[in-house]
């Protein structure tokens, strides 16, 4: 795959906004970092931002939205929320909130949790992008899984460490001015917590909230917030995985093969990571036995069976 130059002109917001339509990944600006895009309604759109990066894991993705009403069509507001969100935004802090149910957010991007990252970039073009598109953006940073933070469209497309040739285009809007990543807050237990530090001080936070942060203590193999790695989704059900034939009492997540439960008709890692997490609560839902067909530990799978052998791992 050729990567795209774009510029925040016309032609290169169209363009930017046509290739995202299509489902593809793109890298756009924000004051923080560059960020890898894909629509955030599309379960193999955001499978992509994971194929591109290589990811360990499926960890929570913070999304993007132009504003506070394109957020609060997205996710509940408690007051305090509600607060930040009106003093804050646009700028560099993420929210993590209860996600609405009828929100429409493909279940990749939250990965299995009831709660969803959101943000409003201080970035005219990302913006304009997303005015244009009309759908939020689930974007992590746009580098290589482990490597730096890109601050510049060149970082994105940098041969060491960058995304060049895989990923759709790069709309370059000149350097990051914040340059770091987004403060991240949520409310664990009903208190405001600082869940990752970032681009605005906590400081700054606390003065307009009138109280001090609470720190997050959590086990960070298993964290609650994009920034973090992610907790796994753990299906109510036994899980068996690498299970080449299905006993019969149990519901059977097949690969390579069509069946109502099957994670891709066509073997087709990207398709399999974006159905995983709705197959596995449907599965969950009937309350038999789960087996998963044996997944190829390579590119998007070992990903997938990262978080399946997360998921299968006994409870504590």
């Known amino acids: 795959m050729k990567t ?46 994971y194929q591109a990066k290589g990811r360990p894991s499926f960890n929570p993705l913070i999304v993007h939205v132009p504003d506070l009403a394109a957020a609060e069509a997205i996710a509940r507001f408690p007051d305090p929320a509600r607060l930040l969100a009106e003093r804050f935004w646009p700028g560099p802090l993420t929210l993590v909130l209860p996600l609405r149910e009828d929100a429409g ?56 460490g960058g995304l060049d040739g895989r990923i759709a285009a790069v709309l370059d809007d000149g350097p990051c001015p914040v340059g770091v990543e987004s403060t991240i807050i949520g409310w664990p237990g009903g208190r405001a917590t600082l869940l990752r530090p970032g681009g605005l001080a906590a400081e700054t936070i606390e003065a307009v909230l009138g109280q001090p942060l609470a720190r997050h203590e959590g086990d960070p193999s298993a964290p609650s917030a994009p920034g973090q790695l992610t907790s796994h989704y753990a299906p109510r059900s036994h899980l068996r995985l690498n299970a080449a034939t299905p006993e019969a009492h149990e519901t059977h997540l097949d690969f390579g093969r069509p069946g109502p439960f099957s994670l891709s008709d066509s073997g087709d890692l990207a398709q399999a990571a974006a159905r995983l997490f709705d197959l596995l609560r449907r599965a969950d839902a009937l309350g038999r036995p789960i087996s998963v067909a044996p997944i190829p530990d390579r590119g998007l799978g070992a990903a997938i069976n990262d978080r399946l052998r997360r998921a299968a791992a006994p409870r504590p």
Not at 7 to 22: E, K, T
């Open 105 to 160: 957010i493909a279940s990749l991007v939250t990965a299995g949790l009831a709660t969803i990252g959101l943000r409003v970039p201080d970035q005219p073009t990302a913006r304009a992008l997303m005015r244009a598109l009309g759908r939020p953006l689930a974007a992590p940073s746009a580098n290589a899984s482990g490597r730096i933070s890109p601050t510049s469209a060149d970082h994105v497309l940098d041969p060491d």
């Open 4 to 49: 795209l130059r774009l510029f925040p002109d016309a032609d290169g917001l169209a363009r930017a906004a046509a290739l995202l339509a299509q489902g593809a990944a793109v890298a756009i600006p924000t004051e923080t970092v560059y960020g890898l895009a894909a629509d955030a309604r599309n379960g193999e759109a955001v499978a992509r931002i």
